[in-house]
C-alpha cells in the first residue's frame, strides 16, 4: 500500500522525527525531576528544586579519602570535562553516586548544558 498524499507523508515524518523524541524527552524529565509531585516544588518559586554539589578544596578532598590506592588517586588528578590537573586550592565536586571529582566551575557548566549524567562514566546525576 504506497500513500500518494504529500499530507501523509509529511505527517508521518513530523511524528516519528519531532513529536514522539519531544514526548519521551518531557517524560524522561518530568520522571527525573518530578514535576508532577508537589513536595519537590518550592514555596516561593515554581520551579523545582535542584540539588546543589558538594564543593570542597581538592587538598582536603585528597587528604581525606586516600583509599582508592595509587592507581585510582592519579584517575582522579585530572579533570575530565577541562583535562586540566587538579591543584592544592582548586574547588572541586565530588559526585555522589559515581565518586569522580570536577572542578566546580566545569561540573556547573556541564549542568547548564542540560547534561544530566557524569562526564566520565554516563551514571545519572540525580535519582
Not at 8 to 37: E, G, N
Not at 52 to 73: F, I, K, M, Q, S
Not at 111 to 127: E, H, K, M, N, Y
Request: glycine content about 4%; proline content about 4%.
Amino acid at each position: 500500500m504506497v500513500c500518494q498524499s504529500r499530507i501523509w507523508i509529511v505527517t508521518i515524518v513530523f511524528y516519528t522525527c519531532i513529536w514522539i523524541p519531544l514526548m519521551q524527552l518531557k517524560r524522561a524529565l518530568t520522571s527525573m525531576f518530578s514535576f508532577h509531585d508537589n513536595k519537590c516544588l518550592s514555596e516561593e518559586s515554581e520551579f523545582p528544586q535542584i540539588p546543589t554539589l558538594p564543593v570542597a578544596r581538592y587538598e582536603d578532598l585528597r587528604n581525606h579519602c586516600c583509599e582508592g590506592g595509587e592507581e585510582n588517586r592519579r584517575k582522579d588528578e585530572i579533570c575530565s570535562i577541562c583535562l586540566v590537573q587538579f591543584e592544592g586550592e582548586d574547588a572541586v565536586s565530588k559526585l555522589k553516586r559515581c565518586g569522580h571529582v570536577f572542578h566546580v566551575n566545569c561540573i556547573e557548566q556541564w549542568l547548564d548544558r542540560g547534561q544530566f549524567s557524569c562526564p566520565f562514566c554516563r551514571s545519572l546525576l540525580v535519582s
